[in-house]
């Protein structure tokens, strides 16, 4: 066994809120990184943006009344596709695949030796990491 311990789901989740925060920036020109309640509802909505791209191929991100400026209120609202998502994460998909290499190294194993492999936790819900996986097992 092995696998990177600090790595999870919450980091799936940090890079799309980040993403989230830096698009609205980019449409707004508002900065919400120090907007504690706002960042709770980004927050909120990434979880459940990720979840929802495990089992369909674009969703949407509605949160109206982000924040408000001088002009009147501010809301977020965009569609975010499968492939978005995987593009962000893929530096920590990348980073759940060292772990298995290392582990068959370390067992003196190849993949054709392995008959059955387990995943453990939620990201193994997302069709890129079970992919990833298969591309070392078949």
């Known amino acids: 066994t092995n696998g ?3 790595l999870g789901g919450e980091d799936f989740d940090i890079n799309l809120v980040r993403h989230l925060v830096q698009q609205f920036k980019k449409e707004s020109g508002i900065d919400l990184s120090n907007d504690r309640m706002a960042i709770q509802r980004i927050r909120e909505a990434a979880e459940k943006a990720k979840i929802e791209l495990s089992s369909s191929l674009q969703t949407d991100i509605n949160l109206p009344y982000i ?3 001088a002009s009147g209120p501010k809301h977020i609202n965009l569609k975010m596709s499968r492939s978005q998502l995987e593009n962000l994460v893929e530096p920590l998909i990348s980073r759940t695949i060292d772990p298995v290499r290392k582990a068959l190294k370390d067992a003196n194993l190849q993949a054709k030796d392995i008959q059955e492999v387990i995943l453990v936790g939620g990201m193994t819900r997302m069709p890129k990491v079970t992919e990833s ?3 070392i097992f078949g």
Request: charged share 35%.
């Open 4 to 6: 990177d311990t600090h």
């Open 67 to 69: 924040t408000a400026d």
């Open 133 to 135: 996986v298969k591309s």
